[in-house]
């Protein structure tokens, strides 16, 4: 991303960008496997399956959806409209309320799982992390997760340089530069790392939308968006001549426990009083 003066500001128009786009984003981002919340629940030593769990920056529903595919007991946290409103098209069965990883809209300790499914890098650490640690009870865990594309495969990795290149920034090295330092300067908590491969085989169009659905894209002008598009879908055509793209990912899991305590834990139920 931009240093300076300008970062902030170019920082928080990408945050805003998704609201504008939502129907896109759900349409054509890719979920998440099985295994990385298999992972979950092994590194927390519980189900998901009858856990509270609070998703923020919930976006469209992807991850929140799996959740609840597992069992989880699942409220969702999202700051657009945007976003919400689609959130709540495909999802009606589940709470959704307004607010941000920095002041979240929950009482204390009423959480067994925090997660951030591509998420934490649009809040402030030094608030966020003190509102997980307000929000979970004793013995909970936060989890932060991104899918992160396999540069170790030659056709991703050129990809990647392209759209580097076009953008004058280095989105590559803002996806591969997640790690617990990262996301938790002050290191006050002591986050495990684990990486999940997958990949998805979907059409080339839908390949282009996604691409298109991330923030650097949509803050980008139209023409050039367009531009970049086009010109990508003939480098791709040349390697998938079928129109079928297989996309690889990393899913990168941090997650961190906090202390058990030997008292029993308050829960409050309230979502908070801002419904989405």
Known sequence: MPSGPTRPAAHAARALSFNAA?????ANRPSYPPALFDTIEELTGRPLAGSR??????????????????GADVIAVEPG??????????????SIVRGDGNALPLGGHCADLLTYAQAWHWTDPALAVPEALRVLRPGGALALWWNTSALDVPWIAAAAERADR???LDISAEQQNIDARVADPAGRLGFTHRD???SRRVPLA????????????LTDTEERRAAFLAEERGHLLTLFPDGIVEETYDA???LATTPPTS??????????PETA
Do not use: C, K
Not at 55 to 63: N, P, Y
Not at 263 to 272: D, E, F, M, Y
């Open 22 to 26: 939502a129907a896109q984003y759900a």
């Open 206 to 217: 839908t390949h282009l939308a996604n691409l298109g659905s991330h923030s650097v894209f």
């Open 263 to 272: 008292g029993p834990s308050t829960t409050h139920r309230a979502p908070g």
């Open 166 to 168: 076009h953008f004058g």
């Open 252 to 254: 990168r899991l941090l």
């Open 196 to 198: 999940v491969r997958w």
């Open 81 to 94: 409209a945007g976003m919400a409103a689609e959130f709540r098209r495909t999802l009606p069965g589940v």
């Open 53 to 70: 769990v609070v998703d923020v920056g919930a976006g469209t529903g992807i991850a929140t959806a799996r959740l609840h595919a597992r």
